[in-house]
Nanobody
Framework: QVQLVESGGGLVQAGGSLRLSCVAS????????MGWYRQAPGRQRELVAR???????SYADSVKGRFTISRDNAKNTVYLQMNSLTPEDTAAYYC???????????????WGQGTQVTVSS
């Protein structure tokens, strides 16, 4: 079994910052691409940022220059530092990871349960 657990969400005023964390645990052999997605009410889930196992990153245009994704491979953890938050960033944030489980040959994409970020104006 593999589990992704996010933390760090909450309520913040516009202009503020939050740092999200997501820890992967279980029978993990290796982790490839990790990412953060978000979904606001009535909208489709969208990619926010992702990072390869080697540290290459990409961002949605809406968060470039404000959000930073990073990872600690030794801790199976991915982070999302969010600065200069606006009410438009309000959403449930989900982490995702491509994981090769021990003893298996296929990579599976796993999702966390989500953490709510609310930005007040």
């Amino acid at each position: 079994q593999v589990q992704l657990v996010e933390s760090g969400g909450g309520l913040v005023q516009a202009g503020g910052s939050l740092r999200l964390s997501c820890v992967a645990s279980g029978s993990i052999f290796s982790i490839g691409l990790m990412g953060w997605y978000r979904q606001a009410p009535g909208r489709q889930r969208e990619l926010v940022a992702r990072i390869s196992s080697g540290g290459s990153t990409s961002y949605a245009d809406s968060v470039k220059g404000r959000f930073t994704i990073s990872r600690d491979n030794a801790k199976n953890t991915v982070y999302l530092q969010m600065n200069s938050l606006t009410p438009e960033d309000t959403a449930a944030y989900y982490c995702s990871a491509e994981i090769l489980r021990g003893g298996l040959r296929a990579v599976t994409n796993y999702w966390g349960q989500g953490t709510q970020v609310t930005v007040s104006s």
